[in-house]
């Protein structure tokens, strides 16, 4: 294997010095709204999804997806149906990147949270983010979102954090709404990371 190529969860990812992700540093815009790297909460997701597997062939919305490592494992392990949104499209030539060292073929849709309808949630089967509720304004924009994938009939709601403030505001709407279950997580590899997860089953 290429010498700047790592590998988590069964998921490749380029180092910083890849030649690959050099010359998209050169030559693209690039992402404004911290959609510059992995964040370590993506692992935290991958480890949780390690534990509990998807069906497969689930479809599955990637919120925030940045540079997309989550997704990339669930098409990758699940065969799952893939769609990273983002408000910044500046992440999606990163995710598309991996996706083909990864062999997996991942949609990606430029779109803010907010606008994100039911009709839209009610294709997919589960919604997974990693580190997507760092303003306090996040927490409340995420609610919504996550009671129109309820309503919506979305089976599963997964998002990891870094344990941030607005990240607690919202684990407690929903644990009042939802019956969320909030699990701590941390792992050592590829790197350190701790965190949280909030998982709402809608049976
Ligand atoms: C901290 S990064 C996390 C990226 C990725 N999930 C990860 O773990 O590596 C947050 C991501 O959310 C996106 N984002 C921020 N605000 C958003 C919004 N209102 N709607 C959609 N995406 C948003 C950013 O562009 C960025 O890619």
């Not at 010095?17 to 693209?28: A, E, G, I, P, Y």
């Not at 990693?130 to 009671?147: G, Q, S, V």
């Not at 790197?191 to 998982?199: F, T, V, W």
Request: aromatic share 10%; hydrophobic share 40%; net charge neutral.
């Amino acid at each position: 294997m290429d010498k700047y190529i790592r590998e988590a969860y069964g998921v490749k990812f380029l180092l910083s010095q890849h030649k690959d992700l050099r010359r998209l540093k050169r030559n693209s815009d690039q992402p404004a709204i911290h959609g510059n790297k992995f964040w370590g909460s993506s692992y935290l997701l991958m480890e949780y999804l390690q534990q509990h597997p998807l069906p497969a062939r689930s479809k599955v919305m990637e919120l925030g997806c940045g540079w997309g490592l989550a997704g990339i494992y669930c098409a990758k392990h699940f065969q799952a149906s893939v769609t990273g949104i983002d408000a910044d499209d500046a992440v999606f030539p990163y995710l598309t990147l991996h996706a083909q060292h990864n062999q997996v073929e991942i949609d990606t849709k430029k779109q803010y949270f907010e606008k994100i309808t039911q009709a839209q949630l009610a294709q997919y089967d589960v919604l997974i983010g990693a580190d997507i509720c760092f303003w306090d304004e996040m927490a409340d924009t995420l609610f919504k979102l996550i009671n129109r994938a309820v309503k919506a009939g979305v089976k599963k709601i997964i998002i990891s954090d870094p344990e941030r403030a607005p990240f607690f505001t919202l684990a407690e709407h929903c644990t009042e709404k939802f019956y969320a279950e909030l699990e701590s997580c941390s792992v050592s590899q590829p790197r350190r990371a701790s965190g949280c997860l909030l998982i709402i089953e809608n049976n």
